[in-house]
């Protein structure tokens, strides 16, 4: 699994997001934004889940090279803290609408 760009200008999940596409019909966007939040978890998931490997390894003494290490849970630290910034974004946005009167 390809990891998560650390440069937002390189290729973003997030790219293009925000555009309207006018040929699109109304529900088709909903499926593309699910399907775009579950392949991000499934990164972060993976990054997650090969941390866990290079930690356990470190604690077996398998473990070849410690930068490899460090940088493993730094990734997926990183990545899951930025998913539960996305999250907490679509909360508030969330609340917001539903404070909105009709």
Not at 27 to 39: A, H, I, P, S, V
Not at 43 to 69: F, P, Y
Not at 90 to 95: G, I, M, S, W
Request: charged share 25%; glycine share 6%; no cysteine.
């Amino acid at each position: 699994m390809k990891p998560l760009p650390i440069n937002p200008g390189e290729s973003s999940p997030l790219r293009g997001l925000g555009q309207a596409d006018p040929k699109r019909a109304a529900g088709k966007g909903t499926d593309e934004f699910k399907e775009m939040l579950q392949n991000y978890i499934g990164e972060v998931n993976s990054l997650q889940k090969q941390a866990d490997v290079a930690v356990r390894e470190l604690a077996t003494g398998q473990a070849e090279n410690l930068h490899q290490l460090i940088v493993a849970v730094n990734e997926a630290d990183l990545s899951f803290r930025l998913m539960m910034e996305m999250r907490n974004k679509l909360v508030d946005a969330y609340r917001e609408i539903m404070r909105m009167q009709v």
